[in-house]
């Protein structure tokens, strides 16, 4: 799982935002949303432009050099903060992974080019290379060791490189980390459903249409099943027109095309079934979903948060409604709030001992959260 992550530079974040998901407390209760001392399931919340959204375009910026799984380059333009001067940006992970740490910095001015990798493996330099100094590489992967060390091309990381490269024996407990590592940046998934549209980072290649991908998949019933389940009142089924099948709402005396009759929140709910099906049989182990809730009401969305609790995977979402913010959903050590670029939870923002009962919402509205 990923356990830190800092930026500095970053869009909007002009100072280093830091986002420590090792801060959990010993409370006892949903204890399932924490994992081995990290925040497994966590929700972010903060007022327009704070920079939510930037959060989750920098954490996946690392697919741009690590993975060959779709990244979406509009999402990167104005790269560095416009107001530093710096043109700079840099990126540091901590990941806790089952064999092993890996710590990973990079430097980039600009989001295909490199210049500074450094990647540490339970604390020792697995690779490394300054290219502002030599683009001589530092390699210490074993079974790497006839690899060329000159690598000038800033648009080649080291640490594909090496993947892309080498065959390490998975025996070696370094090596078996190092892939993990890659395993976990191939399984990453963003995505979101707004009015400008849905847009996804990660995971796969390619884009399908989400009602032919449920056909494709023979999950219409179980689709019907999850609409009504969730509260969307429907019969669908299957018609096939100039050869063509097509996903429709059935009613009294007439079929209608899904998406033609669908509301904003429907659709919502279709793209989010679309990736849960993922999420469920594709090992998938990081999920962001920016603005989750943008289409949702309260019990709606509350619900999604449930059924993501079930899933044994790393689930960051972003939110506007302080209604979400409840020992009910989750506790305070999973609540962020993000805010003059900094990111802390509620935990660490106030010196009183939360407990079960406590309206963290309304204390929250109180002011009983301060800035650290």
Known sequence: MLSRFEVENFKNFKSRLVFDLEDSKKFKFNESAIKNGIIQKGLIYGHNAKGKSNLGYA?????KHLSDKNVN?????????????????????????????VRY?????????????????????????????????????????????EIENRYVSIVSYINKNSFLDRNDIANNVFYEFIEFIDSMLFFRSLN???SYMGH????????????DRGNVKEFETFLNNIGVECILEVVESFGLKILVWVF???????????????????????????????NIKFVFIDEFDAFYHFELAKNIVEILKKEDIQVILTTHN??????????????????????????????KELREAHNIEKMYKAGSFGRK
């Open 105 to 149: 910095s990079y430097t980039k001015d600009s989001h295909q080019s490199l210049i500074k990798e450094h990647i540490e493996i339970n604390n020792k330099t697995f690779a490394k290379v300054d290219r502002e100094k030599s683009s001589q590489a530092i390699i210490n992967a074993k079974g790497a060791e006839s690899l060329k060390k």
């Open 196 to 198: 400008d549209g849905n």
């Open 204 to 215: 796969t290649v390619g884009v399908k249409e989400i009602d032919q991908d449920i056909i």
């Open 322 to 351: 302080t209604s979400l913010i409840s020992n009910e959903i989750l506790r305070p050590d999973c609540y962020y709030l993000i805010d003059n670029h900094k990111l802390n939870n509620l935990s660490s923002l106030t010196l």
């Open 252 to 282: 009294d005396d007439k079929v209608i095309p899904f998406f033609e009759i669908a509301s904003s929140g429907t659709r919502a709910l279709a793209l989010f079934y679309f990736w849960l099906q993922r999420i469920k049989k594709d």
């Open 73 to 101: 380059d509009e999402l990167y333009k104005n790269y560095a903060n416009a107001d530093s001067g710096i043109g700079v940006v840099s990126f540091l992970y901590e990941f806790k992974l089952p064999s092993g740490k």
């Open 59 to 63: 954490i996946f910026d690392i697919l």
